[in-house]
Nanobody
């Protein structure tokens, strides 16, 4: 079983930055694919970024060039650095882990979510 705890959300003005963190426990973190999703009010949850154990990354088109996902296998933590935030980035952001290294298996485990609000 994997436990995920997100932190770092908050209120920021458009153009600002935030860094989300997701601390993982209960598994060999370095072997797990990890990802960030978000869900805005009235919308479906969508993939924002993902990273596999080898450090390969993948981003939604809407965040490419603005967001960066990274991982620290010593601290068992995955990060999402969000720059040039826009009001449409407002959502609850969720951390997710896969049971193994395949990032297509993201969604096996979820954190509780952290709210990000971007004011215009």
């Amino acid at each position: 079983q994997v436990q995920l705890v997100e932190s770092g959300g908050g209120l920021v003005q458009a153009g600002g930055s935030l860094r989300l963190s997701c601390a993982a426990s209960g598994s060999t973190f370095s072997n797990n694919a990890m990802g960030w999703y978000r869900q805005a009010p009235g919308k479906q949850r969508e993939l924002v970024a993902r990273i596999n154990p080898g450090g390969n990354t993948n981003y939604a088109d809407s965040v490419k060039g603005r967001f960066t996902i990274s991982r620290d296998n010593i601290k068992n933590t995955v990060y999402l650095q969000m720059n040039r935030l826009q009001p449409e980035d407002t959502a609850v952001y969720y951390c997710s882990a896969a049971r193994g290294s395949n990032w297509y298996r993201l969604g096996d485990y979820w954190g509780q979510g952290t709210q990000v609000t971007v004011s215009s």
